[in-house]
Each structure stands twice: as structure tokens, then as C-alpha cells.
């Protein structure tokens, strides 16, 4: 051989400081444990500034209540982004489902789990519209969602006519209701726990094996030190969450349904072909296409998807307020979009996670209540969001500018004092 | 008596764990075609970008003297001011903009208030058109003038700023042999005007043809400054400067095993997809056979890349009529998927548009064609792909520590390796390669030509596409020409020349 590429160099072993080994275990991540840090420090400081009451079980069952269909939309709406698209329609989409759904339990008396399928039913047939014309006909889904917007307002009010239109007991539930209570007395809400003890085995578990799987194939690990502290952490919260939960009602069932659909998109996203073929037609459309990736039928499906779950997150909101009303969902949109964009999506696609998404709204969603619990203003809480999404992606822009995208390397140089150095372009 | 128009002395660059350049210096005479030569990632780039102000002074070490004076630019405006103009491979022009608004952006014929007088703007356009010999309409988008143009305008655009020192990186890479000429011939007259050039470039046959000296850069230090004058400068003598090793040969010795035919393609004609009326392939018809590897050769524009694409899965145009055989049975190429499932592979042209998502990882890259191979139920076994990304890791010796390192840290070699890896990985018989090493450094070329050999040692076809008709003659064994959308000629290795093949590349049938 000619040439005088060496082999790629063995992992090396050797010795580092615990700060850098948990440096390296969370590298590349940084800008989502970055948001949940800033997450953790909110509630913390609501915690304070209310002197306990922020973290009330009851305060964290409501939290979740009255965020679980922004929660939702930030779900599909991420799918979206990572596409290079947006959804404006989902607000009216929500309203739309929400008063069909409504109307048609009062007017026939159908059986609420039907309603939930016509309702699905409904999203999808929405989704497939906006769908076809983002997808096959090539009309940007900006424009195609703001016609959206409007058109499905429209409708709503056409249907509702001006007045609310309340829904069965059974339905509220959707929102309202929690898992019945069951086993010995423990002054807690038993199925909450289980579930949670469930979930964290089932956390380590999937850690473990795949660390082995990495293992098993030579590949550098991350420090055993750094996974450790990573599951302690992520127990440790699950536990208090639950905790905080199960001294009240226990999860609510909006709780249920959101944990099942980030798990479900988590796993869609992560781990299927559909997955990658989202992320590589939001990296690089062209290169998708060549890559055999049926870019067409990615848009219009991942915009179909946004539509059914905003159906989704409509008849939850319409189960919540007990009742359909005209003005309904609107600016959810906005908050969603907002959610994923905190949640370390990037405007012009191909980036994102739906649990970033998750935290970016709970970000929004603390705010929201632990400025209410200190009685601040509405209006001041409006311009504090308002600061806060700029706030978190022009720490990303920057960050990224100066080179790697890392929150506690921002803080690191921010002690040491050395001369900024610029990043070699990865060109 | 030299007069030196510009003398960077002992500049060291550093990015966070790399130093791009180190101690590198550079003296440049008035009125000389300088060229600056080097493998990618030596530090060419980067030492115009500081010499242009883009790493201001301070954020590197050492002194730029340019006419005289000790300069210490903070920005592009800085060095422009000066007289320095830089005219990068991406062009900085704004397509939806007139040749006329182009050439005075940022520096508007404006009377007092910023009132732009077009009229006297196209009449000055006009003037500075004539000097890079661009006979357009001033007022013609910039989009509907072909890339060589646009480049004619950029230097224009720096001439319109009275310039004394033009830098050119990669001035022809994207231009065909006519345009090449064309720029070429203009840099000489520059040069006769007084105006110095820098060049930086791949193509050593134009830094041996036209410049005055060349500097050598490797790793980040000074080789060498060859004076062209003194004789005894050819591309091999730059080349063992460039890789510090003699490259006696350019190209592996490869003894092929031809089979019996594998693709062949008949009567393949496609229209423009925009304008159905057009035809932009026109009844090619063609035979690859198992172990070989054929090359295609045409000019720019000839529609060698519209053609493969047409066949890869109608990812290019409307075909209008052909048929496409696969061990003589008809294939269905309605998509790209169809395209891949046939066994077909078409490694793109332009890596960082066509071939990579930047964003993602050596690994998913490497597994994003074949994905279907290591999923099921549409779920994919991350554990298989893994296995599957370290495989040609080390068999391509792909230059990362890791396979979960993002695509876009890669050098060009290395990336091209990773688009090699991610069509290997569909395990194809018939394997298009388009412009395989455009871009990337000599060794790594080689590296990529042993990958091809290797692929056809192991029976598969390969059709590959290129510019440069050295590298076609280098390793093909057969050679088609195309001359627009036609095809002219077959030529097996022993026959072809480079004048043979650009006759063919040119003749005109008649439709």
C-alpha cells in the first residue's frame, strides 16, 4: 500500500478524573441533560419560592392534567419538525375533533369508546388531507397548515354554533379519571408504584443489555461510573415522581396515555426503519432519495400521524373542560411548537427527540403553574415563556457556534479563563 | 530585485485539538500565478482564510505583510479594503439576483440618499463583463447562467473592487475542460494586468500549466516553493511534495476478470424533467459485465449523471423508452427502492448534497441503504448494524476513532469511504460510480481505486463516472463516451487516449 492510514486507533484505557469520565459518558447528549438540568433547577426554585408547595402531589397531578395534551401534541409535532416541516393546525384540529366528537355523543348517544375511534378516525382523515398536499402535491406545510388553521376552526364553529357542548361522565375520565386503587392499604396509591417499579427495572434492564451488546462487538463503552449516576438520577426521579403521585390519586389516566405514546413514539423514532427514514429526510432530503427512502410517503405520513394525535389531544382537553367549546385549542400550536423547539429541535430539521420534546414542554408547563402558585401575573407569565424559548435556543445557536454543543463545557470555560478557541470547520 | 506584494511568516493556526497550520510561510511576488498545492485537510484553506480575515487577526500567531505594511485584518471587510479578494468553491453569488445586482452587492452605484441608478450599474456591469471576456445580459439571473459563468461573474464581482490580490480555491473543480481553459487563459491576463493570483487546486495539470511557483503545504507546514521557471516541475514532482512519498503509481495494478454480461441497458432515453420536449439521454444503450469495470466519459452537461440516475430507480428526468436487463432479465426500475432491490447501486456525485445525511453518524450512515438487511417487523436490530458499521470500518479503514462519530468531522476521503461503505452494504451487483474521487486527496484516491478493484474481483460490474480522463484511462477497462445525451463510442483500454476519448467526448450526431 501506498498510502499511510493507520488503523483506527484501540480505544485507550486510562485513568481520568470522575468529573471527566461523567464529562465523556454524557457528551454528545448535552444539550438534552442540559434542558433537564435547567428543569430540575426550576423546580427547585419554585420549590423555595413557594415554600413547599410546588411540589404538593396534588400540584404534580395537575401539572400533568393540565399539560397532558400539550404533552401530546409536542409528540407528533416533533416528528414534524425533525422533517422540516410545521403544523399550525393542530390548535383548530384539537377544537375540530373535540366538538365533532362532542356533537355526535350528544346527538346519537353513542357509546364514549366508540366516539374515541370516530374521533381517530376523524384526525386521520384530516391528516390525510394536509397530508396529500404537503406530500404529493409539494405545497409547503406552512401554507398548507395555515389554510389548515382556518379551515378546521371553521368547522369547529360550524358544528359547535356558538355554543359548548358538553360531553358524558364517562368521557371526562379520558382526562380526569384515575386507575381505581387496589391490594393492601399503604397510604399510597398502589398501581402507581407498581408501575413505577416496573418501569425502572425495565430501565436497567434495556441499560444493561445494551452495554453488554456494545461490549460484545469492541466498541468503547460509556463509563461504567456515568451509567451509574445516569440510573440512580433517572430512578431517583421516577421514584419521587411516583411517590408524589401515588399520595394523591395516583396517576391520572392523561398520565397513562402520554407515557404509553412517548414509549411508542420514543421506540418509532429510535429504533424502526420509519425512524431513520425521518431523520434522514429532515438531514438531507436529496440524499434520502437516493438512499431508496420514499421521501413523499414519509411526509405524508408523519403528517397524517400529527393530525391523529391531535385528535387525540383534542378529546383530552374536551374530557378535561367536561364540555366541547367553540374556542377551543387555541395557540396550542404555538405551545407545542414551542415545547420542541426548548426540547433541542433545530428549524431547519433533521434534529430532535420526542423525550426532549417532553421535557422542553414540562419546561413551558412548570413555568405556567409555579409562576401562577406565586400568583405572578398572566401577563408577565406570558412574556417570561416568551423569553424562555429564546433564551433556550439562542443558548444552542450559541453554544454550537463556539464549538461543541456542550452545557457543561459553556460552564467550564466560563471558569477557566483561556483564549476562545474557534472550531475547525467540519466541512 | 523581487518585489513581494504579500509575505505570511511563520503562521500557526489552532482549533481546539488540531494545529491546522504551523509555522507556515508563504512569499508571494507581484504580478505572479502562485499556486498553493496539498492533500485536503494540509491547511490550504485555512491559510486563506486567514490571510483574508475570516480567522481574524489574533485568533492565530504570526506576522502578514502585504504591500509593505504589516496588516492585521479582523474581517472579510478589512481585507477587501486592502485589495484582497477571495473567490471560495462555493460561490457566493445570490441566485434569484441579476448579473448586474450581483456585481455591485455590498458595493451599490448609489447617489446620495442610497438611491441605486440602475441604468449607470448595467452600463458599468457591462464594462466589467468585457474584462472577464462574459458576453451576457446584465440582467440576467444568476441562476439561468451556467457555473462556469458564475464564476466568471465572481471574478468580475472582485475585479469591480479593484483588486490586487485574487485568491481562487478550487477555481475549475466544477468547471468542464472548455470553461477550465477558458478561466485559465482570463487568470493570464490578470496576470497581465498586474493583478497576482493565488490558486489553490487539485487539478495539478492547471497549477503546472499556468503558475509561476507553487507552495507546497503537508500537515499543516511548508514544504517547499517550487519556481516553475527553473524547470523540472511536473505533477509527479508536486505530487511527491504533496504526499512525501513518490507515487510511482497513481493507480493500482489491477488484473480484471471479465464474466459474462451482467447490466445491460438498451435504447435508454430520457427527457429533462421540467421541459418534457427535451431530451437529455437519447437511446444509450450500454453492457457492463461481471468484473468489470467501464467507464463512462463526457463532457459537463453531455448527461452522464441525468443517465444514471434515470436508470437508478427514475431518480433523475421522465423516461421516455429503454429497458434495463439484469443477467438477461428485464428489471422493474420504477423507484429507488425497485433500484436497490434490482441489485443496483449508484454511489452519488456530490457527497455532501446527493450522499450523506451530515447529521448523522458513521454508523447510521453506513446502514442507511440497506437498512432493510438488519430489520425486521420494520424494527431495526441495532446490534446487526453495529456489527455491520464496524465490518467496513476496518475493512475500508474509514479514519474515525468510532462508528458513532457524526459524518460531517470526517475528512472528504473518509466520507466518501462512508457512501462506499453504505452502497457495499446493499450488496450489489452492479455498482454506478459517480465522480468517485472528486475533492479528495491522492492517497486517499488510491485507496478509493483498490475499494473498486476490489469490487470487481469479487465479480461485480461497475460503471464509473468521471471528469478526469486520466483516472478513466487508469482504471477502467473499458471507456463509453457520451456526447450530448448520445452515446459515441466504445472503447476498450488498450485503444483509448485521452485525444481519442475528448473526440468522441465532442462529435455531434446527427438526432
Known amino acids: 500500500m501506498a498510502t499511510n492510514l493507520s488503523e483506527p486507533a484501540a480505544p485507550e484505557v486510562q485513568r481520568e478524573s470522575l468529573f471527566s469520565q461523567l464529562r465523556r459518558g454524557f457528551a454528545g447528549n448535552l444539550r438534552q441533560y442540559g434542558m433537564m438540568i435547567a428543569l430540575a433547577a426550576l423546580i427547585l426554585f419554585f420549590q423555595i419560592r413557594t415554600d413547599g408547595l410546588f411540589l404538593q402531589p396534588r400540584n404534580v397531578t395537575s401539572l400533568l392534567v393540565q399539560n397532558g395534551y400539550v404533552l401530546i401534541l409536542a409528540i407528533g409535532m416533533v416528528m414534524v419538525i425533525i422533517l422540516g416541516h410545521i403544523d399550525l393546525s393542530v390548535g383548530s384540529v384539537c377544537a375540530f375533533v373535540g366538538a365533532s366528537v362532542a356533537m355526535v355523543m350528544k346527538v346519537t348517544g353513542l357509546p364514549w369508546p366508540f366516539a374515541i375511534v370516530l374521533g381517530l378516525v376523524i384526525g386521520a382523515l384530516v391528516g390525510a388531507w394536509q397530508g396529500y398536499w404537503v406530500a404529493f402535491v409539494g405545497i409547503p406545510a406552512f401554507i398548507v397548515t395555515l389554510a389548515g388553521m382556518m379551515l378546521f376552526r371553521g368547522l369547529d364553529l360550524m358544528i359547535l354554533?356558538?355554543?359548548?357542548?358538553?360531553?358524558?361522565?364517562?368521557?371526562?375520565?379520558?382526562?380526569?379519571?384515575?386507575?381505581?386503587?387496589?391490594?393492601?392499604?399503604?397510604?399510597?396509591?398502589?398501581?402507581?408504584?407498581?408501575?413505577?417499579?416496573?418501569?425502572?427495572?425495565?430501565?436497567?434492564?434495556?441499560?444493561?443489555?445494551?452495554?453488554?451488546?456494545?461490549?460484545?462487538?469492541?466498541?468503547?463503552?460509556?463509563?461504567?461510573?456515568?451509567?451509574?449516576?445516569k440510573l440512580v438520577l433517572v430512578s431517583a426521579i421516577i421514584i419521587v415522581f411516583a411517590l408524589l403521585l401515588a399520595s394523591y390519586k395516583g396517576i391520572p389516566v392523561v398520565g397513562l396515555i402520554l407515557f404509553a405514546l412517548v414509549i411508542l413514539y420514543s421506540f418509532i423514532t429510535q429504533r424502526t426503519v420509519f425512524g431513520r427514514h425521518i431523520y434522514a429526510t429532515g438531514g438531507n432530503r436529496n440524499a434520502a432519495g437516493l438512499t431508496g427512502?420514499?421521501?413523499?410517503?414519509?411526509?405524508?405520513?408523519?403528517?397524517?400521524?400529527?393530525?391523529?394525535?391531535?385528535?387525540?389531544?383534542?378529546?383530552?382537553?374536551?374530557?378535561?373542560?367536561?364540555?366541547?367549546?367553540?374556542?377551543?385549542?387555541?395557540?396550542?400550536?404555538?405551545?407545542?411548537?414551542?415545547?420542541?423547539?426548548?426540547?433541542?429541535?433545530?428549524?431547519?430539521?433533521?434534529?430532535?427527540?420526542?423525550?426532549?420534546?417532553?421535557?422542553?414542554?414540562?419546561?413551558?408547563?412548570?413555568?405556567?403553574?409555579?409562576?401562577?402558585?406565586?400568583?405572578?401575573?398572566?401577563?408577565?407569565?406570558?412574556?417570561?415563556?416568551?423569553?424562555?424559548?429564546?433564551?433556550?435556543?439562542?443558548?444552542?445557536?450559541?453554544?454550537?457556534?463556539?464549538?461543541?454543543?456542550?452545557?457543561?463545557?459553556?460552564?467550564?470555560?466560563?471558569?477557566?479563563k483561556k483564549p476562545v478557541a474557534e472550531k475547525a470547520e467540519s466541512k | 530585485m523581487t518585489d513581494t506584494i504579500l509575505s505570511m511568516r511563520s503562521i500557526t493556526k489552532e482549533f481546539p485539538g488540531v494545529v491546522a497550520l504551523s509555522d507556515v510561510n508563504l512569499e508571494v511576488e507581484r504580478g505572479e500565478i502562485h499556486s498553493i498545492?496539498?492533500?485536503?485537510?494540509?491547511?490550504?484553506?485555512?491559510?486563506?482564510?486567514?490571510?483574508?480575515?475570516?480567522?481574524?487577526?489574533?485568533?492565530?500567531?504570526?506576522?502578514?505583510?502585504?504591500?509593505?505594511?504589516?496588516?492585521?485584518?479582523?474581517?472579510i471587510r478589512e481585507s477587501e479594503h486592502a485589495g484582497i479578494a477571495i473567490i471560495h468553491q462555493e460561490l457566493a453569488l445570490i441566485p434569484e439576483l441579476t448579473i448586474t445586482e450581483n456585481l455591485f452587492l455590498g458595493n451599490e452605484v448609489a447617489h446620495h440618499g442610497g438611491v441605486i441608478d440602475w441604468l449607470e450599474a448595467t452600463v458599468k456591469a457591462k464594462e466589467i463583463l468585457a474584462h472577464v471576456g462574459l458576453d451576457e445580459d446584465p440582467n440576467i439571473q444568476i441562476k439561468n447562467i451556467g457555473v462556469g459563468k458564475q464564476q466568471l461573474v465572481e471574478i468580475a464581482k472582485a475585479l469591480a473592487k479593484?483588486?490586487?490580490?485574487?485568491?481562487?480555491?478550487?477555481?475549475?473543480?466544477?468547471?468542464?475542460?472548455?470553461?477550465?481553459?477558458?478561466?485559465?487563459?482570463?487568470?493570464?491576463?490578470?496576470?497581465?494586468?498586474?493583478?497576482?493570483?493565488?490558486?489553490?487546486?487539485?487539478?495539478?495539470?492547471?497549477?503546472?500549466?499556468?503558475?509561476?511557483?507553487?507552495?507546497?503545504?503537508?500537515d499543516g507546514h511548508t514544504i517547499e516553493t517550487l519556481d516553475v521557471s527553473e524547470g523540472g516541475v511536473d505533477e509527479d514532482r508536486i505530487?511527491?511534495?504533496?504526499?512525501?512519498?513518490?507515487?510511482?503509481?497513481r493507480y493500482p495494478e489491477h488484473e480484471p476478470k471479465i464474466g459474462a454480461p451482467l447490466l445491460e441497458i438498451r435504447d435508454w432515453t430520457v427527457a429533462h424533467p421540467s421541459d418534457t420536449q427535451r431530451m437529455v439521454v437519447k437511446g444509450a444503450s450500454l453492457t457492463i459485465n461481471a468484473g468489470e469495470i467501464v467507464g463512462l466519459a463526457g463532457l459537463m452537461g453531455a448527461g452522464r449523471t441525468e443517465f444514471a440516475r434515470s436508470v437508478f430507480g427514475q431518480s433523475w428526468g421522465q423516461?421516455?423508452?429503454?429497458s434495463a436487463y439484469l443477467h438477461g432479465k428485464e428489471l422493474t426500475l420504477h423507484s429507488v427502492k425497485d433500484a436497490i432491490a434490482s441489485g443496483l447501486a449508484y454511489v452519488t456525485e456530490d457527497r455532501k448534497m446527493l450522499g450523506l445525511n451530515l447529521l448523522d453518524t458513521v454508523r447510521a450512515s453506513i446502514s442507511s441503504a440497506g437498512i432493510s438487511r438488519i430489520s425486521r417487523n420494520g424494527v431495526v436490530d441495532e446490534n446487526e448494524e453495529i456489527n455491520a458499521a464496524t465490518r467496513y470500518h476496518r475493512a475500508l479503514r474509514i479514519k474515525t476513532p468510532t462508528i458513532e462519530e457524526g459524518v460531517s468531522r470526517l475528512?472528504?476521503?473518509?466520507?466518501?469511504?462512508?457512501?462506499?461503505?453504505?452502497?457495499?452494504?446493499?450488496?450489489?451487483?452492479?455498482?454506478?460510480?459517480?465522480?468517485?474521487?472528486?475533492g479528495i486527496d491522492v492517497g486517499a484516491k488510491y485507496e478509493i481505486y483498490e475499494i473498486i478493484n476490489q469490487l470487481a474481483d469479487q465479480g461485480k460490474g461497475c460503471l464509473v463516472i468521471s471528469s478526469e480522463l486520466p483516472e478513466l484511462l487508469g482504471i477502467c477497462d473499458r471507456i463509453y463516451t457520451l456526447s450530448a445525451g448520445v452515446i459515441t463510442a466504445d472503447v476498450p483500454r488498450e485503444a483509448a487516449d485521452q485525444e481519442l476519448l475528448m473526440r468522441y467526448m465532442t462529435q455531434r450526431k446527427a438526432d
Open chain 1, 161 to 229: 354554533n356558538a355554543e359548548s357542548v358538553p360531553v358524558p361522565e364517562d368521557f371526562q375520565k379520558i382526562a380526569n379519571g384515575y386507575l381505581p386503587n387496589f391490594g393492601p392499604y399503604t397510604n399510597y396509591h398502589n398501581p402507581t408504584l407498581i408501575l413505577a417499579a416496573i418501569a425502572i427495572a425495565v430501565l436497567v434492564w434495556m441499560e444493561l443489555r445494551r452495554r453488554n451488546e456494545i461490549r460484545k462487538h469492541g466498541l468503547p463503552v460509556q463509563p461504567l461510573v456515568a451509567m451509574v449516576v
Open chain 1, 293 to 416: 427512502v420514499n421521501t413523499r410517503k414519509v411526509d405524508f405520513l408523519v403528517m397524517l400521524n400529527n393530525s391523529v394525535l391531535a385528535a387525540v389531544a383534542g378529546m383530552v382537553f374536551t374530557a378535561y373542560l367536561n364540555a366541547a367549546n367553540p374556542k377551543d385549542g387555541q395557540n396550542f400550536e404555538l405551545d407545542a411548537i414551542a415545547s420542541v423547539f426548548i426540547g433541542g429541535a433545530a428549524v431547519s430539521g433533521g434534529v430532535g427527540t420526542v423525550v426532549g420534546s417532553m421535557v422542553g414542554g414540562l419546561v413551558m408547563g412548570v413555568l405556567n403553574l409555579g409562576l401562577a402558585n406565586m400568583s405572578v401575573d398572566s401577563n408577565w407569565i406570558q412574556i417570561i415563556k416568551g423569553l424562555v424559548l429564546l433564551g433556550a435556543v439562542a443558548f444552542d445557536v450559541v453554544s454550537k457556534k463556539q464549538g461543541k454543543p456542550s452545557f457543561i463545557g459553556a460552564i467550564q470555560r466560563a471558569f477557566t
Open chain 2, 37 to 75: 498545492c496539498g492533500e485536503n485537510g494540509a491547511g490550504k484553506s485555512t491559510l486563506m482564510k486567514v490571510l483574508s480575515g475570516v480567522h481574524p487577526h489574533g485568533t492565530y500567531h504570526g506576522q502578514i505583510y502585504f504591500d509593505g505594511k504589516e496588516v492585521t485584518f479582523r474581517n
Open chain 2, 162 to 218: 479593484d483588486v490586487k490580490l485574487l485568491i481562487l480555491d478550487e477555481p475549475t473543480a466544477a468547471l468542464n475542460d472548455r470553461d477550465s481553459d477558458h478561466l485559465l487563459g482570463l487568470l493570464k491576463g490578470l496576470q497581465a494586468r498586474g493583478i497576482t493570483c493565488i490558486m489553490i487546486s487539485h487539478k495539478l495539470n492547471e497549477i503546472e500549466r499556468i503558475s509561476d511557483s507553487i507552495t507546497i503545504i503537508r
Open chain 2, 239 to 249: 505530487i511527491r511534495g504533496m504526499v512525501g512519498r513518490d507515487l510511482s503509481h
Open chain 2, 319 to 322: 423516461k421516455v423508452s429503454g
Open chain 2, 411 to 438: 475528512s472528504g476521503g473518509n466520507q466518501q469511504k462512508v457512501v462506499l461503505a453504505k452502497w457495499m452494504f446493499t450488496e450489489p451487483e452492479v455498482l454506478i460510480l459517480d465522480e468517485p474521487t472528486r
